[in-house]
């Protein structure tokens, strides 16, 4: 989810030709899921307009014209059920995909965003990545936390302050592949529902966070103990409960023989795990008892220090001190805000998220509006006679043009409830892997761009096919059925 070491244990390749094609291959993905939710729930959608189309004949009876005009609109729209269901699902495929990418743009976009108060800021090695820096740092960077007034220290003292050291392993050192592999976070437990985004008590339910901090009891007491997201289980084909020794990777000679005590919940770090800090610790202790000497990896173990901290103040004073030579030097370190950093990690990704906002998403419009149009334009064709005779009964032209408007603005409205409603409702995250981004929660207000976009598109598709309407000639129609 943050900014890592270049290793790539789950198989997850930075290059930007694999990443295009990983992100075609999840749009196309979400457009075949689309697709089928939209077939699934066409029954709902002719149903819905069934249903209404009693209540409004009943309601047709106080002789209000409004009503009258509804009822005319929801009847027209069942007198073509082919080319009703073809616009729908075309709107259905547009807001539900649309919807997609509005949520991973907007996720991210709220990651990367700055923030005035109580929010992270990083500290990592100034020149190199990854950044690997001695443990004494953290000791370090307490001590000028300390200095601070009290105002600008951490609210929590220690419990606002998180180191994080990555560890690559596998189950098969002699031929390491994604499906053995496994990167963890090696984290002191009982800060994982304290300063881990996404596990904090606000990112989760009740009864998740509850299981959360059963978990971390559980790896407190044995640092053996570890916790695996459910994707990198089925992955590496291992259950919970399960001894597994590992062999890591990025800290050679080491291996651990782990209990797997738990799962993530769902939606959150897919793909990863996380494990003690104090293995690390005994490791390094264990290595140099044996072998008279450090480990060449004990001084540099270190990869990212976090601190909340209650003001952009707070921040700007630590940066200045971490900054200075004096203070650290070897290697020189720096600080900046969670959001920057992340920003910084994901600019990577950069022209991946243009394309889905200026490129995939205008043509899906300009496609899907294409389709609406077409389909409207078969079926007002189709319905030359009944426009003639809605003119001949007093209709004018505007009025008729207004009827394929209305039937399309509908269709476009219900469209974009229903599969903003599935998104939000039945989806609630969906699982999209972006670095170590692994789900996205759809935002509430989906639920009122949906309609808007399905009705904007249908208004769009719908312009011809009414103007055609509005022009139809009362004389030739009937010369031809004659």
Same mark, same amino acid.
């Given at each position: 989810?943050?900014p890592?070491p270049?290793?790539?244990p789950?198989?997850?390749?930075?290059s930007?030709?694999?990443?295009?094609?990983?992100?075609?291959?999840?749009v196309?993905t979400?457009?075949?899921i689309?697709a089928v939710?939209?077939?699934?729930?066409?029954?709902?959608f002719?149903l819905?307009?069934y249903v209404?189309e009693?209540l409004l004949?009943?309601?047709?009876e106080?002789?209000s014209l409004a @009503?009258k005009?509804m009822l005319?609109?929801?009847r027209?729209?069942?007198? %073509? =059920?082919? /080319?009703?269901?073809?616009?729908? +699902?075309?709107?259905f495929?547009?807001?539900?995909?649309?919807?997609?990418?509005?949520?991973i743009?907007?996720?991210i976009?709220?990651?990367t965003?700055e923030k005035?108060?109580?929010?992270?800021?990083i500290m990592?090695?100034?020149?190199?990545?990854p950044?690997?820096?001695?443990?004494?740092?953290?000791?370090?960077l307490?001590?000028?936390?300390?200095k601070?007034p009290?105002?600008?220290?951490p609210?929590?003292?220690?419990?606002?302050i998180?180191?994080?050291s990555?560890i690559?392993?596998?189950?098969?050192?002699?031929?390491?592949k994604?499906e053995?592999?496994?990167?963890?976070f090696?984290?002191?437990?009982?800060?994982?529902p304290?300063?881990?985004d996404?596990?904090?008590?606000?990112?989760?339910t009740?009864?998740e966070?509850?299981?959360?901090q059963?978990? @971390?009891?559980?790896?407190e007491?044995?640092f053996t103990?570890?916790?695996? %997201? =459910?994707? /990198?289980l089925?992955k590496?084909? +291992?259950?919970?409960?399960?001894?597994?020794?590992?062999s890591?990777l990025?800290?050679?000679?080491f291996?651990a023989d782990?209990?797997?005590?738990g799962t993530l919940p769902?939606g959150?770090y897919?793909?990863v795990?996380f494990c003690?800090r104090a293995y690390l610790d005994?490791a390094f202790r264990?290595?140099?008892?044996?072998?008279?000497?450090?480990?060449?990896m004990?001084s540099r173990c270190v990869?990212?220090?976090?601190?909340?901290?209650?003001t952009?103040e707070?921040?700007e004073?630590?940066?200045a001190?971490?900054?200075?030579?004096?203070?650290?030097?070897?290697?020189?370190?720096?600080?900046?805000t969670?959001?920057?950093g992340?920003?910084t990690?994901?600019?990577a990704?950069?022209?991946i998220?243009?394309g889905?906002?200026y490129v995939?998403?205008p043509?899906?419009l300009?496609?899907?509006s294409l389709?609406?149009a077409?389909a409207i334009?078969?079926?007002? /064709?189709e319905r030359?006679t009944?426009?003639a005779?809605?003119?001949v009964l007093?209709f004018l032209?505007?009025?008729?043009?207004?009827?394929i408007?209305?039937?399309?603005?509908l269709i476009g409205a219900?469209?974009?409830a229903m599969s903003t409603?599935?998104a939000?409702?039945?989806?609630g995250?969906?699982?999209?892997?972006i670095?170590f981004?692994?789900?996205?929660?759809?935002?509430?207000?989906?639920l009122?761009?949906g309609?808007?976009l399905?009705?904007?598109?249908?208004l769009i598709g719908?312009?011809?096919?009414?103007?055609?309407?509005?022009?139809v000639k009362?004389?030739?129609?009937?010369a031809?059925q004659?």
């Amino acid at each position: 989810m943050y900014p890592t070491p270049d290793i790539a244990p789950t198989g997850f390749d930075p290059s930007l030709l694999l990443l295009s094609g990983y992100l075609l291959a999840g749009v196309g993905t979400v457009l075949v899921i689309a697709a089928v939710l939209g077939v699934v729930t066409l029954p709902v959608f002719f149903l819905f307009i069934y249903v209404t189309e009693l209540l409004l004949a009943r309601l047709s009876e106080t002789g209000s014209l409004a @009503v009258k005009v509804m009822l005319m609109l929801f009847r027209g729209l069942r007198r %073509s =059920p082919l /080319r009703t269901s073809l616009t729908y +699902l075309a709107l259905f495929v547009l807001t539900f995909v649309l919807c997609m990418i509005y949520t991973i743009i907007t996720f991210i976009g709220r990651a990367t965003s700055e923030k005035e108060a109580n929010f992270k800021i990083i500290m990592t090695e100034k020149y190199s990545i990854p950044s690997m820096m001695p443990p004494g740092y953290e000791d370090r960077l307490r001590g000028i936390i300390e200095k601070l007034p009290k105002e600008l220290q951490p609210v929590n003292g220690a419990d606002d302050i998180i180191t994080w050291s990555f560890i690559a392993a596998t189950t098969d050192p002699s031929n390491p592949k994604p499906e053995n592999a496994i990167f963890m976070f090696c984290v002191e437990p009982r800060k994982i529902p304290l300063m881990m985004d996404g596990l904090e008590r606000k990112d989760l339910t009740d009864a998740e966070f509850s299981d959360l901090q059963a978990k @971390v009891k559980l790896m407190e007491e044995d640092f053996t103990r570890i916790l695996v %997201s =459910p994707s /990198r289980l089925k992955k590496m084909n +291992l259950q919970v409960g399960q001894r597994v020794k590992l062999s890591l990777l990025n800290y050679k000679g080491f291996t651990a023989d782990t209990e797997i005590i738990g799962t993530l919940p769902d939606g959150k770090y897919e793909g990863v795990g996380f494990c003690s800090r104090a293995y690390l610790d005994a490791a390094f202790r264990s290595y140099q008892t044996t072998n008279k000497e450090p480990h060449p990896m004990a001084s540099r173990c270190v990869n990212l220090i976090w601190v909340r901290v209650p003001t952009r103040e707070a921040y700007e004073r630590i940066a200045a001190e971490v900054s200075e030579a004096k203070n650290f030097s070897s290697p020189a370190a720096k600080v900046e805000t969670a959001s920057a950093g992340i920003g910084t990690f994901m600019e990577a990704y950069k022209s991946i998220f243009n394309g889905m906002k200026y490129v995939l998403s205008p043509a899906m419009l300009v496609i899907m509006s294409l389709v609406v149009a077409n389909a409207i334009s078969i079926s007002a /064709r189709e319905r030359r006679t009944e426009m003639a005779v809605l003119k001949v009964l007093g209709f004018l032209p505007r009025h008729v043009a207004g009827l394929i408007l209305g039937e399309a603005l509908l269709i476009g409205a219900i469209a974009g409830a229903m599969s903003t409603t599935v998104a939000w409702g039945l989806l609630g995250n969906f699982k999209f892997q972006i670095a170590f981004l692994g789900a996205f929660m759809v935002p509430t207000e989906v639920l009122v761009i949906g309609p808007v976009l399905g009705m904007c598109v249908a208004l769009i598709g719908s312009i011809g096919p009414a103007l055609s309407a509005k022009n139809v000639k009362v004389a030739e129609v009937f010369a031809r059925q004659a």
